[in-house]
């Protein structure tokens, strides 16, 4: 049998320590991150710092800690060292690139990005990030690429989608861009995001969804519509919108809407409309006196996008006119 060496043992024991620390500054930093106590997270591994200078894992978390009390700046000597230290490990390079994008680098923060993904591709917020690099660059045909690689892996990932959509239409491609709003707002219809895809539809001259206001509301809805086979009845997009329209009313007894109904075929087809909208209202909850109802037998005449939209039928929830 053959012994090991003194110096063998000694460099096993060495090793088994620097693992072991290692796997201790990760639970530690882990732990402040995940609670939100970085001033005393930073306080930790500054010390760690100081006693070990060469740890790439405390010179991370301590450039995590201060990175999310939004001190870049200072933040970013540590990962730095953290990256050269270990440069393997893509989640230094990562986050590095984050700090370099708040500190106002954004060609070194790509470069990060790079590096991250030159240690694993399927490294997913590198990505990410690495296409809103190039985006925000004005580097459209770069950041595409990267957005459909993100959607490989999460396909119904809101920034990529979002995203993908607004390069589709700022380089002209309307026949991709309309599809790819519009599986945005399949999948993400409320917030600040969704009211800008829908204004970004609007103007590509499609108004599957629109906003309309009701109250001091502005709400965003899918187009309302009868059912092609049911003439009498709305379809089942309808009815998730105007459910949402008669939870408004019925939860506010002195909000009222007017049902403003458009249609090139006549008044008569634009009251029908409108009177299955209001019945479907009525049906869920609203009152009789807070549903009014306007129709025009003619196209709804729409601005949007800097053009002129013609609609040949429409129904629009609105405040009741004076």
Known sequence: MIMPSVRTLLLLAVMSFMVAACGTSRIVGNYYLRTDDYSKGAAHFRKQVAENPRSAMANYYLGRMLLAQNKAGEALPYLEQAASLDSGEEEHWFWLGVARWADGDMQGEREAYQKALAIDPKFFPARLYLAHNY????????????YDKVLVEAPLHPDALFNRADILQNTGKRGLAVPAWKKYLDNYPDGSWAREASLALNGLGDFTYRIHVIGVRQILLQKIALDSASPRK?????KESTDVVASML???????VEIASYDDAGESAARDRAEVVRNELLKNGARPGQVDIAVYG??????AGGEIHTLDDSVVFRNPRP
């Open 135 to 146: 985006k925000n660059a004005g580097r459209f045909d770069e950041a595409l690429p990267h």
């Open 234 to 238: 709305l379809t089942k997009e309808s």
């Open 250 to 256: 019925k939860d506010d007894p002195d909000l009222q």
């Open 298 to 303: 003619r196209p709804e005449i729409i601005r």
